[in-house]
């Protein structure tokens, strides 16, 4: 009788570029936001374009680590390093799933650190002056420079997001307790949150729906150069241009989209609001994030500490 061979249950290390394209398909279906699957696409096909340019025969810790420093040579920073691996740990867990690497090496590949920001980024805010300078801009007498404007008031009145702003619906607009807002929208990683608009906000995005004829679907929409309203909604590069168009006639540099999100929280926080309002409009978990927004620092002008009257005649009087 013969005796049957046994076969090697031990997985294959070496990843083929289908295996890598199947792998690379099932971490974007996972993901929920539009802005995160942009960003980790780029970063694997960048990491497949390198991985399959130079013969190597696994994925493990060893290639991880020789990629890292690849990229610390271009060089990147270090946010933006922090994101390939991320999008590559993704991808060894998709492929671990699937049987095509061995959870050994998926741990090993986890280890891989990250690099350490130093210091704190400088973001770009707006001030109120700018603020008004930048939505003058929009030509109002024209249907796309209402459009502009309404776009423009929307995400530096409420702080919202490019992808939270291309997404809108008219049916998202309501009034409660006598305040007009927009309600369930859907923010990063699917958080819910509901956002009150200014006033002055709603006139302008009056403005444009009367003026575009919209009643149902998503708020804005592609406008032809005879100002004729087409489409069912416009991309996030539309709000983009229409931002980095509007910032040159105000004479503003280097001023992109979030600048406006980030500008509405310092602005709030500049006008008296509780930082805690600020991280609900946001839709921010954590109220670090909104105080990065804000950009809170130390005011020694107006020390906190210098309210406190103790040890002088007024507090020696107290009983």
């Known amino acids: 009788m013969v005796k049957p061979t046994r076969r090697s249950c031990r997985r294959r ?4 570029l289908p295996e890598l ?3 690379k398909a099932a971490v974007l279906n996972s993901l929920g936001s539009l802005q995160s699957r942009r960003s980790y696409k780029h970063a694997i096909e960048e990491f497949i374009c ?5 013969p190597r025969l696994a994925l493990n810790r060893a290639v991880v680590l020789r990629y890292r420093l690849h990229l610390e040579n271009i060089p990147l920073a270090p946010s933006t390093i922090n994101v390939r691996l991320a999008a590559i740990r993704r991808i060894a867990y998709e492929a671990a799933d699937t049987g095509l690497l061995s959870p050994e090496l ?5 280890r891989v650190k990250g690099m350490k920001r130093l210091g704190q980024p400088v973001g770009n805010w707006l001030t109120a002056q700018q603020g008004c300078r930048l939505l003058a801009t929009s030509q109002v007498e024209t249907i796309r420079g209402k459009r502009d404007r309404a776009m423009l008031a929307l995400l530096l009145g409420c702080g919202l997001r490019r992808s939270e702003l291309v997404m809108l619906k008219s049916d998202q607009v309501q009034k409660r307790e006598d305040h007009w807002v927009i309600v369930d929208l859907v923010g990063k990683a699917r958080h819910v949150r509901t956002v009150p608009i200014p006033p002055w906000v709603k006139e ?17 929409r592609s406008v032809r150069k005879n100002g004729a309203v087409w489409g069912s909604g416009v991309t ?11 910032a040159q006639r105000a004479g503003i540099d280097r001023i992109a989209p979030h600048d406006l999100r980030r500008s509405c929280a310092r602005l709030c926080h500049s006008a008296g609001g509780e930082l805690e309002q ?6 921010h978990i954590s109220v670090q994030t909104t105080e990065r ?15 406190i009257e103790l040890g002088t005649a007024k507090s020696a009087e107290l009983p």
């Open 278 to 283: 600020i991280q609900f409009l946001l839709g």
């Open 236 to 246: 996030q590069n539309v709000v983009w241009y229409v931002v980095k168009r509007c």
């Open 21 to 23: 394209e199947h792998s």
């Open 50 to 54: 390198w991985y399959c340019s130079e």
């Open 293 to 307: 927004y804000v950009g809170c620092k130390q005011r020694l002008d107006k020390a906190v500490n210098d309210r």
């Open 106 to 110: 998926v741990a090993g590949i986890r």
């Open 13 to 16: 290390h070496a990843l083929t």
């Open 204 to 220: 302008d995005l009056d403005a444009w729906t009367s003026a575009a004829g919209i009643r149902e679907g998503k708020l804005f």
